[in-house]
């Protein structure tokens, strides 16, 4: 009976050891190095791959706020766009959508295998993410200092401080990324830099470098050359008939009779009459 005991008990512990074996092996390893990545606004959950040999891994991401995490019972709430995936990033931008603390996990799955869950070391708050100074082109538009400016979206806007050189800055504020800033003096040097600002976290990003500008000379040198030439066009018909008149007094001067040698009109009818009354004595 001892011996029947001894061995029931041995089973026992075989089948024991056996099933936790299975079990720890039906697991995945999990996820690691999890961090996340955020960059003007656009967060993404990232981590390192699970390699299983001749398989595919996927993951699945959750997320968990402030308002789950004190008041719902610190629920998690699954990121339907990270449900299964096979790429080992997630945009969870829409889903940090308040500027509170999110933590975020990951586990990956094989089949009816999964792992542990890995979750953030610290929590996240979108207040950290890292704004890039905006792209900028500066131009000077005929007589308006033009920026163009990197669209970055809805939730961004721009400090742009500009100013003539040897002059007090301006500072504009700015939502759209197309702006004409100001009206500028021909040879002048206009230089502008910028900031992007995020009002929802109130934070603005570095400065962009500085550019400058010229204030275009050509276009008042054009600006100058058709005023001459519409002058011109319109002085042409004086300028030819008076060239006819010189031209017509060089060739044909006319002169001036003296008052002895011009006859009247009265005194030519006279003058014809005597004639023909000569005449006809003649005849007769």
């Not at 500028?184 to 550019?211: D, L, M, P, W």
């Not at 017509?248 to 001067?253: A, G, I, L, N, R």
Request: charged share 15%.
């Amino acid at each position: 009976w001892v011996l029947h005991h001894l061995e029931f008990k041995w089973s026992q512990l075989v089948v024991s050891l056996s099933g936790g074996i299975l079990d720890e092996e039906a697991l995945l390893p999990a996820p690691q190095n999890i961090s996340i990545l955020s960059t003007n606004m656009k967060h993404f959950l990232t981590w390192s791959p699970v390699t299983v040999p001749g398989e595919t891994v996927r993951y699945s991401v959750e997320f968990q706020g402030e308002y789950e995490r004190d008041y719902a019972n610190e629920i998690w709430i699954p990121i339907s766009e990270c449900s299964l995936i096979i790429v080992t990033q997630c945009n969870v931008t829409e889903d940090i959508s308040a500027t509170v603390p999110y933590n975020l996990r990951v586990r990956a799955n094989l089949g009816s295998r999964g792992s542990k869950w890995s979750t953030l070391k610290v929590l996240f708050n979108r207040i950290t993410t890292f704004l890039t100074p905006p792209v900028m082109e500066v131009s000077a538009d005929g007589y308006h200092l033009l920026v163009k400016l990197e669209d970055l979206g809805p939730a961004f806007q721009f400090h742009i401080f500009y100013w003539r050189k040897g002059q007090e800055r301006k500072t504009v504020k700015e939502i759209s990324s197309v702006v004409h800033l100001d009206t500028i003096e021909a040879g002048a040097e206009y230089c502008v830099k910028a900031q992007t600002y995020v009002e929802a976290i109130n934070r603005s990003s570095n400065f962009s470098q500085t550019q400058c500008v010229h204030g275009s000379i050509w276009m008042t040198t054009a600006l100058v050359s058709f005023v001459g030439f519409v002058v011109g066009v319109l002085a042409l018909p004086f300028l030819a008939w008076k060239m006819s008149q010189i031209f017509q007094y060089s060739c044909c001067p006319v002169v001036v009779l003296p008052d002895t040698l011009v006859i009247s009109l009265s005194s030519l009818l006279f003058l014809g009459c005597c004639i023909f009354t000569g005449r006809k004595r003649l005849i007769e």
